[in-house]
DNA sequence: TTGAAAGCGATACCAG
DNA sequence: CTGGTATCGCTTTCAA
């Protein structure tokens, strides 16, 4: 037998016997921290490159900092947490920091999720959680930073990053007023614990569509969904169906909005008879095949942005709760037409 | 000042002395470890509850496991690895471990990123790691269990799942084939390290492509491109240009499929004039506006395999390498047609 | 069945 | 600038 069947990774305690020095003068190396002296710093790297070494994080989380930022996303149905992840890992890359993707999966979502990213002492929390309740975050954000998307309640203890929602409404809706549409229905994704301080992306939409349209002598039509399989899909057809006045649909999400052309396209409808507009501009959206019109709120710059927060508070020291909010932009394309007036 | 601003999580020791008993008898409580009466095991869960204690992963890693799955993917741009992180994620959810997604980005890939999920002492590895050389990967795999997606080299220290790209691209060849075509363009990934020994998906399914159009005597036509940006989109513009006698793309997967649909569209064509196969059959590929025809390769399934080989190493101890193999299922939309005679 | 104590692999303090 | 040592929170012998 010439190879064994698993073989104990070196410790810093085998680098400093080969070395000749003692562990803490490894361990300044390997965080270059202050005091140690050119030669010994090259003889111990020597060492480090000879064994193959490389630090075992469990054992320096259990003094110092894992070196992970943890990334919990609700879902893995929608893209744009896709480009959320993007641009978190882009901004991560060049660091000693690694991040942990921890996803949700239908039920068990939110609280669990992060609790097993806090459990594994993960120096920084990037939470997209829509149901979590304000004073569980807060709680949460006295064990580690953390910086929660898209929600606006605005907490003392944790960062947010937003997008103005009430904005971007507005200029999906005053574009397909624009149109000449006057039965625009909304679908929206179904919350389970609806709480009027935690205000999610999507409730503060519905908020904005019920304004706009009532301003407007309108109708309010919500239909609330779920994302997994053809929950969406399903809706959107059933919406179509039953009241066939609607002439365009205002969706809360690109993803649901492409399932509702999907139910379009099935009934042997096109953006003639129905216009169509989401939020979010995933990569789709641009495609020709499906050129939706849409709201783009930057999930990359978002997943950036939030490194960023993270960064000043690890790194920096930094106490203050920051707000960041973006700005949205209207994307007009092929899914959104002048009203019909017959349909 | 009422709450302070951070406060420490109650550890083991506190659980112990809030239920006077012993840290050890707590440790057996919480991993149902044999040897504990049901009194003990009550008085200590009730304080586990009152306390809202829960064991740091950290600390548990340095003795025992980290009941986290570490799932490498080279990066966030083919939808085809949500596939795979569905399935790893539903496979996973009820028990107590954690899914850990650690994306790659542009170079900073593969080997660095699997290094990382070691570091973190995961309790197994899911990699997706095209360009690692076996070797490396055994080397990883003494460390700990590691399962291998996509990649055909057969190795005796890792368990992999494949899925028979042969059988897979010649589903598609003689499906195009079939309708006529006699000018088949193949898109694929470029690759940075061929080596023969490492046998990736893409690279088989291009050396079958070549094989059968041989055979055919036809004239192979290659083109290799990067996912990230519009590169494919450039790629697939730039063949249709330069050879308009090109009547169908045999693309690698389905994001070059839909790019290439992309192009064709931009270009004033149609499935018509050109006819596109993809390969995975991700979520848009079944879409009516996209109607991608497509190989499925069960990417879920794959995900759901990868846990159950991961978890008979882990809870079961099984040491000899397993290798499965999926089949792959033509789908046939309406992005193939007949061979157009004129063009 | 239970408790005491050693040890995992780092960090950080404190002498020298 | 360097080395020794206590320490983090848990698991795991080993006695009682």
């Keep these: 037998m010439s190879t064994p069947a698993t073989r104990r990774r ?3 305690d085998d680098v400093a016997k080969a070395a000749g020095v003692s562990k803490g003068a490894v361990s300044k190396v390997i965080r270059d921290a202050y005091g ?3 030669e010994m710093r090259q003889r111990v790297e020597a060492t480090i490159r000879e064994l193959g070494y490389r630090p075992r994080i469990a054992a320096r989380a259990m003094r110092g900092s894992s070196f992970s930022i943890g990334l919990e996303i609700p879902n893995l149905d929608s893209e744009f947490f896709t480009q959320i992840m993007k641009g978190a890992a882009s901004q991560l890359s060049g660091t000693n920091y690694q991040l942990m993707i921890a996803p949700g999966l239908g039920e068990l979502s939110g609280t ?3 609790e097993n990213l806090a459990d594994r002492q993960v120096d920084g929390i990037i939470a997209i959680s829509p149901e979590v309740t304000p004073e569980w975050l807060e709680e949460l954000s006295r064990e580690v930073p953390v910086v ?7 907490s003392a203890s944790y960062d ?3 997008n103005d929602d009430e904005a971007g409404t507005r200029l999906a809706l005053d574009h397909l007023l624009g149109l000449g549409h006057r039965r625009i229905a909304h679908l929206t994704l179904r919350m389970k614990n609806e709480r009027s301080d935690a205000q999610p992306p ?8 019920e304004r706009v349209t009532a301003d407007a002598g309108l109708e309010p039509l919500v ?18 169906v039953s009241d066939p006045r609607i002439t365009a649909i205002f969706a809360g999400n690109d993803t649901l909005a492409i399932e509702s052309l999907r139910a379009i396209a099935d009934l042997g409808l ?3 008879d129905v216009s169509v507009i989401g939020y979010d501009d995933i990569r789709m959206a641009g495609h020709p095949l499906v050129s939706l019109s849409t709201i783009d709120q930057f999930g990359e710059a978002m997943g950036r942005a939030a490194i960023d927060l993270l960064m000043e508070r690890i790194r920096g020291g930094r106490t203050e709760p920051r707000h960041r909010e973006l700005e949205p932009k209207l994307r007009v394309r092929a899914s959104t037409r002048p009203a019909s007036p017959t349909r």
Tied chains: 1, 2.
């Design 36 to 38: 140690v002296s050119p």
């Design 112 to 114: 669990p999720v992060l």
């Design 270 to 272: 096109t953006a003639e």
């Design 223 to 240: 239909v609330y969904s779920d994302l997994a399989g053809d929950g969406a899909y399903l809706s959107a057809k059933e919406l179509l």
């Design 10 to 12: 070196p410790s810093m």
């Design 202 to 209: 999507h409730t503060v939409r519905r908020l904005m569509y």
């Design 148 to 154: 929660l998307l898209g929600r606006h309640d605005k």
């Design 160 to 162: 947010t990053i937003t």
